[in-house]
């Protein structure tokens, strides 16, 4: 069964650093990858999908992510951050023709 | 388009009683997916539609919970009787295929008091 592991909880940058958030998957085959991002009290936005193809993603906000297949990794980057980008994202993986399973998410914390 | 639609936004009710939250998916999408989150076990799928039909409801957590989807424009979730447990915020999402983009709704805040 695909599984999708956010290893952090909480992450906390300052305002105009540079971001990270891992994402690692369990799937025997490459699956459909994605990440989420979630304001308070509001349903989740997509933020990028990779399904095949060039393996860095472009997405909306001037975020971006790498598939390492090696690695199993989905990690989702962004080289400057805004207080607004303060939020919950999710990773999530769907296997071709099957349902999307998502992370636990990572609560991102913005300092001025 | 208006996006997901999700009705009421807010529920509060007594232990016990019947709760039937609602859901308007996008014109045009297939597939019509309940998820319900919580600080504990995060965002968890509960059921999901193709084509109005139920493909998967192995995430239902008890048969206190069902769904429907009686046309392409509209699903309930049902929670018969309901307990404190089943507190959480239920999303309905809709997509044009099984894994494709998720579009979200704003969610229902269920208190079960």
């Known amino acids: ?112 | 388009d208006a996006g997901v639609i999700q009705s009421p936004r807010h529920e509060v009710t007594e232990m016990g009683q019947e709760v039937t939250l609602r859901c308007k998916p996008i014109s045009g999408h297939n597939s019509l997916f309940w998820y319900r989150q919580t600080m504990m076990r995060g965002l968890e799928l509960l059921i999901y539609f193709n084509n109005n039909v139920p493909i998967d409801d192995s995430g239902m957590p008890e048969d206190r919970f069902s769904a429907k989807m009686p046309n392409a424009s509209f699903s309930t979730l049902k929670i018969q009787p309901s307990e404190p447990r089943d507190s959480a915020v239920y999303f309905c999402a809709s997509s044009l295929g099984s894994n494709e983009k998720l579009f979200f709704g704003s969610g229902t805040q269920l208190s079960v008091l």
């Open chain 1, 1 to 112: 069964a695909q599984s999708v592991t956010q290893p952090d909880i909480h992450i906390t940058v300052s305002e105009g650093a540079s971001l990270e958030l891992r994402c690692n998957y369990s799937y025997g085959a490459t699956p459909y990858l994605f990440w989420y991002v979630q304001s308070p009290g509001q349903g989740l936005q997509l933020l990028l999908k990779y399904f095949s193809g060039d393996t860095l993603v472009q997405g909306i906000k001037g975020f971006e992510a790498e598939f390492k297949r090696s690695q199993s990794s989905f990690n989702l980057r962004k080289p400057s951050v805004h207080w607004s980008d303060a939020a919950e994202y999710f990773c999530a993986v769907g296997p071709p023709g099957d349902k999307i399973i998502f992370g636990k998410g990572t609560r991102l914390h913005i300092l001025p």
